[in-house]
Nanobody, 122 residues
């Protein structure tokens, strides 16, 4: 059964860093585009970053460019999202998803994890 599990969330002060991981089971993650999305209370889900299949294209939302880095570790069947210079507005529940194409639109993805909470606060 295809499954995605996120980890690495937590509470961090503004300016700090977190590293989120998305681990896949039941399928080879490199064969899929993987997206990271976030949703804050009362707000719509937002695409943060995605990476295409087999080392394809990478995209970032304008709000995270220069601060977040997405990468794949094929040996571990995981995708990581390195988040630096975190801001309070980065707070939200972060999800990873697997699909066919690297889009920052959530409704184009087939499999979703349960998410991990990121809170940026002093």
């Amino acid at each position: 059964q295809e499954q995605l599990v996120e980890s690495g969330g937590g509470l961090v002060q503004p300016g700090g860093s977190l590293r989120l991981s998305c681990a896949a089971s039941g399928f080879t993650l490199d064969a899929y585009a993987i997206g990271w999305f976030r949703q804050a209370p009362g707000k719509e889900r937002e695409g943060v970053s995605c990476i295409g299949s087999y080392g394809g294209e990478i995209k970032y939302a304008d709000s995270v460019k220069g601060r977040f880095t997405i990468s794949k570790d094929n040996a571990k069947n995981t995708v990581t999202l390195q988040m630096n210079s975190l801001k309070p507005e980065d707070t939200g529940h972060y999800f990873c998803a697997a699909g066919d194409v690297c889009f920052l639109t959530g409704n184009l993805y087939d499999y979703w994890g349960q998410g991990t909470q990121v809170t940026v606060s002093s």
